[in-house]
């Protein structure tokens, strides 16, 4: 049974700083591209960026690229999503998932930058 599990979310100020982790099970973890994604309140579930399999190649959405880098530790199964200069727009639940197979969602860390 494939699972994702995040975590490392939390209140933060504006131009504060976060690292969101994703531990996953159930699938071969080294073989997989992996993808962030996120859900802001009343808004459409949207790609963040994606990591290749061995974390070589990372790709982001315009608006976070220069503050949001991926990284992955395929010995520990886990993404990462470090996020610097946070901005109010930030604020969502974070979830991850395999890039080119749907399992379905964890539960997702919520983020929530704000004053």
């Known amino acids: 049974q494939v699972q994702f599990v995040e975590s490392g979310g939390g209140l933060v100020q504006p131009g504060g700083s976060l690292r969101l982790s994703c531990t996953a099970s159930?699938?071969?973890?080294?073989?997989?591209?992996m993808s962030w994604y996120r859900q802001a309140p009343g808004k459409e579930r949207e790609l963040v960026g994606h990591?290749?399999?061995?974390?070589?190649?990372?790709n982001y959405k315009d608006s976070v690229k220069g503050r949001f880098t991926m990284s992955r530790d395929n010995a520990k199964n886990t993404v990462y999503l470090q996020m610097n200069s946070l901005k109010p727009e930030d604020t969502a639940v974070y979830y991850c998932?395999?890039?080119?197979?749907?399992?379905?969602w964890g539960q997702g860390t919520q983020v929530t930058v704000s004053s």
């Open positions: 998932r395999r890039r080119y197979t749907y399992d379905g």
């Open positions: 159930g699938f071969i973890f080294s073989s997989a591209a």
């Open positions: 990591i290749s399999s061995v974390g070589l190649v990372t």
